[in-house]
């Protein structure tokens, strides 16, 4: 089982509707989380960190965290086409050991039709 | 404000070559990260840092070695390149800590022949 997994996609969704990407998590006592945006031949950046259950939203973005279904989920509404991208979850374990390292799904592709 | 910077941004070797690539960051960060992204394999931590003078082995470290040359400075050199080094390598970086946010370098095209 992968520590952290994704649908790899495409998620396709018409222009103005919302997008919904899942992830889950192996390791139960992750305690934080993160959604980072990448662009074809770009790098990640950042989009949501979230760190206690429930919803944050920034914007047009709302991030979900369910540790006890070990789930978090990031909402975007009103996508555009400029929301087409691949989407990385990045989990930080509990474990000391663990440092600082984050833990990263393979991504899922969204494009959003004009 | 840079962020972080990394150098070259594509390179083609040869099989059996050697190269270093070069990372600073000036955020002032303890954590230095170097990762290889591989079609269909997401992010994979090659090796980090999780502050000046210490190194530590990441998910895929065999064919690699760091120097964390100071603060700002974390260099990834393959000492003889093979095919199946071929890949994007991001550099990262990140205050230590619960909350801790890593940002990304532009990432260094490499073709391993």
């Known amino acids: 089982q992968k520590e952290v997994e994704q649908n790899s996609g495409p998620l396709s969704v018409p222009e103005g509707a919302i997008a919904s990407l899942n992830c889950t998590y192996s390791d139960r006592g992750s305690q934080s989380f993160f959604w980072y945006r990448q662009y074809s031949g770009k790098s990640p950046e950042l989009i949501m960190s979230i760190y206690s259950n429930g919803d944050k939203e920034d914007g047009r973005f709302t991030a979900q965290l369910n540790k006890a279904s070990q789930y978090v989920s990031l909402l975007i509404r009103d996508s555009q086409p400029s929301d087409s991208a691949t989407y990385l979850c990045a989990v930080r374990g509990e474990k000391k050991s663990s440092g600082d390292k984050l833990t990263f799904g393979t991504g899922t592709r969204l494009a959003v039709r004009p | ?113």
């Not at chain 2, 000036?26 to 954590?31: A, E, K, P, R």
């Not at chain 2, 065999?62 to 390598?89: D, I, M």
Request: charged share 15%.
């Open chain 2, 1 to 113: 404000n840079a962020g972080v910077t990394q150098t070259p941004k594509f390179q083609v070797l040869k099989t059996g070559q050697s190269m270093t690539l070069q990372c600073a960051q000036d955020m002032n960060h303890n954590s230095m990260y170097w990762y290889r992204q591989d079609p269909g394999m997401g992010l994979r931590l090659i090796y980090y840092s999780a502050s000046e003078g210490t190194t530590d082995k990441g998910e895929v470290p065999n064919g690699y070695n760091v120097s964390r040359l100071n603060k700002r400075e974390f260099s990834l050199r393959l000492e003889s390149a093979a095919p199946s080094q071929t890949s994007v390598y991001f550099c990262a970086s990140s205050l230590t800590g619960f909350a801790n946010i890593q940002y990304f370098g532009a990432g260094t095209r490499l073709s391993v022949l």
